[in-house]
């Protein structure tokens, strides 16, 4: 197993070699037994996973920013989130950003260095090193992926480089999205799947094959992200990924594997059951769609309402009401999240589904691009992978198909494929916003009921982004204001994306 050497700073030199004839036993007598001074790269490895997704899974990140900007979720109480009132919640923006870098990054990033440096000898010589770097590039760009749809452009080209670089300048997102594009070209290329798969990898348990279809699966995503602003490129690397090969089923789903003992517990469920807290509700939206189409995935979204006029229904709550008004309703009058999804304390946490991948293959169709079979072929083996994914039977899943209501409409697909795919992607409540940014689907998202409370969004009652941390505008102010001055409107809610180029749809 590779080892890593901490680096660590030797200060007063000179007072250090006066001393060197009288410190015999000195540094064995002053070794911590406790405290190493080298970590495996497998150590690194598993750390990063875990922390990654940690802090995209949580109730702060997921719940109160992703979840409830996709409209999954309402509030049951501390509504603010709902109306997009985010000002009192600026430690989430600077703990999602500096905790990203610091951690998962930093810790990727440290993998890539080593396996770059001349200690990487003994890895190179079992064949190891080429999945090593592999394996960090791909989630290193999935990380990068979900902090430029965040924010838009971030510090990328000169970030983690530690002390050598304290003020990173900030990239357009269209370099980062080329540049991450790039990464993942070369990352799968070098996947060697009949040599030592990564250390300490909990997602894939070092199997190679898998990782070379979720890196490519991701590439997929990341050039159907652009496709309305860069057709070209994009073309040349979502065919790129198709013909390199995507997951294929639902056994190569990416998922983290979260255990039933603290502190490897899933953090929803650590919120939840642990903290006491019913903060959530699944969305009017959400379950007025699945009401209209029977879905057979509600009992696993959501359980139903047990007083009230909606006694025995599946009962949304109203997005974006006033606290006063939340408060008055009790949590048995409407549906809540079901135990699997929040009470369950070793459910996964999602990083890229099957399901996603035959979404976007059907989306890929619809531009033109060389995919093998029809879009809707391709739209019902998503719809398909996501219902046994959550555990639908056969018999109900043909049932949900047959229906009109869900069959694919051709001269809409934007639609079709948009509001399917965002049920799909319940509980990945930052990629249920990105898909609706991108296919601005109509008639399925609510403004907040509480339209008076939150700043005025040009077009759309729905924000386009996050503003940026207030750390960065006091450790790195000038840079940030560049990275703001990128985008349409500068550093609002509203500003777009540099991917998102087409007028939101109307909501209801």
């Not at 046994?388 to 949900?400: E, F, K, P, R, T």
């Not at 869900?406 to 509001?419: L, M, R």
């Amino acid at each position: 197993m590779k080892l890593v050497s901490n680096k660590i700073k030797v200060l007063g030199l000179g007072a250090a070699l006066s001393m060197a004839a009288c410190t015999s036993g000195f540094e064995e007598a002053n070794t911590n037994p406790y405290q190493p001074t080298e970590v495996p790269t497998a150590y690194l490895m598993t750390n990063a996973q875990k922390t990654m997704m940690d802090l995209t899974w949580d109730e702060w990140q997921n719940g109160r920013m992703g979840m409830l900007v996709s409209q999954y979720w309402a509030q049951n109480d501390y509504p603010e989130e709902s109306h997009y009132n985010w000002a009192g919640r600026a430690s989430m923006f600077n703990n999602t950003w500096n905790r990203l870098y610091a951690r998962p990054l930093r810790d990727f990033q440290e993998i890539l260095d080593l396996m770059q440096s001349e200690n990487a000898a003994s890895y190179e010589a079992s064949g190891a090193a080429v999945n090593q770097i592999a394996v960090a590039t791909i989630l290193r760009a999935w990380v990068l992926q979900n902090l430029t749809d965040l924010w838009g452009p971030i510090p990328y080209t000169d970030a983690l480089q530690g002390s050598d670089q304290k003020s990173p300048a900030y990239d357009s997102q269209e370099a980062v999205y080329k540049g991450v594009l790039a990464e993942l070209e070369n990352a799968v290329a070098m996947i060697d799947a009949d040599k030592a798969g990564m250390e300490g990898d909990l997602i894939f348990g070092g199997d190679m094959t898998k990782w070379k279809k979720f890196g490519n699966s991701l590439r997929l995503r990341m050039a159907l992200r652009m496709a309305d602003v860069d057709p070209a490129t994009a073309k040349t690397h979502g065919e790129a990924a198709i013909a390199s090969g995507l997951m294929t089923s639902v056994a190569d789903n990416a998922e983290f594997p979260y255990l039933t003992s603290a502190p490897n517990q899933n953090p929803l469920y650590d919120n939840r059951i642990n903290g006491g807290r019913n903060d959530f509700a699944p969305s009017e939206a959400l379950l007025e769609t699945m009401n209209a189409f029977n879905d057979p995935r509600r009992p696993m979204y959501a359980t139903k309402a047990t007083t009230g006029a909606n006694a025995g229904q599946y009962k949304g709550l109203t997005y974006g009401l006033t606290r006063e008004q939340v408060t008055a309703i009790p949590l048995s009058a409407t549906s809540q999240p079901s135990d699997y999804v929040e009470a369950s304390a070793d459910a996964p946490g999602f990083i890229l589904k099957y399901d996603e991948v035959e979404f976007n293959l059907a989306h890929a169709k619809e531009l033109g691009w060389n995919v093998s079979g029809s879009a809707a072929d391709h739209y019902y083996k998503g719809i398909t992978a996501s219902l046994q994914a959550w555990g639908v039977s056969d018999l109900a899943i043909s049932a949900y198909l047959e229906q009109s209501a869900i069959q694919y409409n051709a001269a809409e697909w934007k639609q079709s494929i948009g509001v399917q795919k965002w049920l799909a992607l319940y509980m990945q409540g930052q990629e249920g916003w990105s898909c609706y940014r991108q296919f601005d689907f109509a008639d399925v998202l609510y403004a907040p009921a509480e339209k008076n409370a939150f700043e005025k969004l040009a077009n759309s009652a729905v924000p386009t982004r996050w503003t940026y941390p207030a750390d960065e505008g006091n450790l790195n102010a000038a840079n940030m204001n560049e990275g703001a001055a990128m985008l349409d409107n500068g550093d609002v809610l509203y500003s777009k994306m540099w991917w998102d180029v087409n007028p939101a749809a109307p909501l209801k």
